[in-house]
């Protein structure tokens, strides 16, 4: 079972591009790479998804480097709305969904 | 529609009570989850229903008894519960059961406390 290790927090300001990265140095060969957003009281909210290579979606982007042992989501021009819970999820099509420890942003005007 | 709702919002429940908590999604999605998330933590995954089925069962103790009376509809059946069983139950569900390629869909969670 792949092991994710993302940062605890992360502190930034308004307009400026975050980038939180994922470690999971055991993925396998048929893991895929997912991130939700979680506001407090809320259920998580699914961001982004990918394999390989970059993703990118109305809200985020998403790169993943050729040995695909980390990952990290890109959320450009941050407003305060978008403080928030981050989790990184890897797993493949066995119900292996393991949510990592999530990722504390904290966006200050 | 996108939604996923819960009912009811809060509980309070004695250890001795019976209660449950309900979910229901009208996305034609088969596949449907019961997370439980703790304060300050991932959610944790207790069980999966596909096609009406109960297909992962995450060593959940027994006075956690889920139920798929169709396929919109999941309910989680609580009786004899600790004070450590508080938490914030979410619900999910997703187009198949394809375990973590698939796009879940929470509902906003009903926030329980056991006294």
């Known amino acids: 079972l792949a092991k994710t290790t993302q940062p605890i927090s992360m502190d930034s300001y308004e307009g400026q591009e975050v980038n939180i990265t994922c470690s999971h140095n055991?993925?396998?060969?048929?893991?895929?790479i997912t991130w939700y957003q979680q506001f407090p009281s809320q259920g998580p909210r699914f961001i982004i998804q990918?394999?390989?290579t970059k993703v990118t979606n109305e809200v985020a982007s998403l790169f993943i480097p050729a040995d695909r042992k980390s990952s990290t989501l890109s959320l450009p021009r941050v407003s305060l709305s978008d403080t928030a819970v981050y989790y990184c999820?890897?797993?493949?099509?066995?119900?292996?969904?393991?949510f990592g420890a999530g990722t504390r942003l904290t966006v200050k005007p | 529609d996108t939604e996923v709702t819960q009912t009811p919002k809060h509980l309070v429940m004695g250890m001795t009570n019976k209660k449950s908590l309900k979910c229901e999604q009208h996305?034609?999605?088969?596949?449907m989850y019961w997370y439980k998330q703790k304060a300050k933590k991932p959610p944790e995954l207790m069980f999966v229903?596909?096609?009406?089925?109960?297909?992962i069962n995450e060593s959940v103790p027994s006075r956690f008894s889920p139920e798929c009376p169709n396929s919109s509809l999941l309910n989680l059946h609580l009786h004899a519960l600790q004070p450590e069983d508080s938490a914030l139950y979410l619900c999910?569900?997703?187009?198949?059961?394809?375990?973590?390629?698939?796009?879940?869909?929470f509902g906003p969670g009903t926030r329980l406390l056991v006294l």
């Open positions: 055991n993925i396998a060969t048929n893991d895929y």
């Open positions: 229903y596909s096609y009406e089925k109960l297909s």
């Open positions: 999910a569900s997703s187009q198949d059961n394809l375990g973590a390629q698939e796009t879940q869909y």
């Open positions: 999820l890897v797993g493949d099509g066995n119900n292996d969904m393991r």
């Open positions: 990918g394999y390989k």
């Open positions: 996305m034609g999605h088969r596949a």
